[in-house]
């Protein structure tokens, strides 16, 4: 008799109690879990209609879905009795080591999280950023991918992108060529203008709005220098650059316009060199 009703009160105290308390944490647990799923898949879409990367799509869910399963399971053992009070610092002090730990690969993270919402710069485009130039292949979570001109592949952490000038040469749908063309003194600057001037405008790539620049810019000493700078698309930037100085050139050598290279006059005063004034010879 004495066994049964100690069986019955462990019932009413222990197992009972217990029991509605594992029914409901495990209640909490699916639906938690459930309506964490649901958030998650929200904010994709919401994130997908912002147009960002895919794989920063990716990488704010998979951490938003950890997060929120954290909050079930420590809402679950909390229905169980557990103390999660110590759980909860305990998990607080793991993330800020992990965090100091990988101080540089969050910073890379959330530069390459602005440059792809920010969008200073988008694959295919031509850039200089961190003091390298190239293309634009690929913007990663951490690290971004450029492409130089003679077909290097460069990996730039986009700490140091984001925290240095970026520059866009690709950005703007027009671009200014400066060119540095110099004659001789002798030259006839009119007609050497002329010159130019008709290259420039047999070029159709070469925009009339804005009208091209042609100027005498510096008296230097060989040479008159002219500055040639007309606008193009960005795309004939390097065509209408190259073509331009090889037409420069031809058409300078066709018309008897001399291109001068530095060069200096010595004068003798006095005294022949290995001589002196009278006509000797030196000792």
Known sequence: MLETVDLQ??????????SIALVQAIL??????????????????????SKLDEMLIDFITSILKALLLLVVIV??????????????????????????????SLQNFSAGSLLV???????????????VSGVVEEIQIFQTQLRTGDNKLVIVPNSQIYGSVITNYSRKPTR??????GIGYEDDIDRAREVMQGILDADERILDDPAPTIAVSELADSSVNFVVRPWVG??????????????VKKAFDAEGISIPYPQMDVHLDGAV????????QPN
């Open 9 to 18: 009160q462990l019932t009413q105290e222990y197992l009972v109690p217990y």
């Open 234 to 247: 960005t795309d004939d930037y390097w065509a209408v650059l190259f073509d331009t100085t090889e037409a």
């Open 176 to 181: 200014r060529v400066d060119m540095v063309f």
């Open 75 to 104: 809402a679950a053992l909390n229905e169980l009795g557990v103390d999660t009070t110590s759980l909860v610092a305990l998990i607080g002090a793991a993330g800020l080591a992990i965090g100091l730990a990988l101080q540089g």
């Open 28 to 49: 909490i647990f699916v639906i938690g879990r459930f309506v964490a799923g649901l958030v998650v898949r929200l904010i994709s879409k919401l994130l997908e209609r």
């Open 273 to 280: 060199a290995g001589g002196d004034a009278s006509g000797g």
């Open 117 to 131: 919402f920010f969008r200073p710069i988008k694959v295919g485009e031509f850039v200089e950023v961190a003091g």
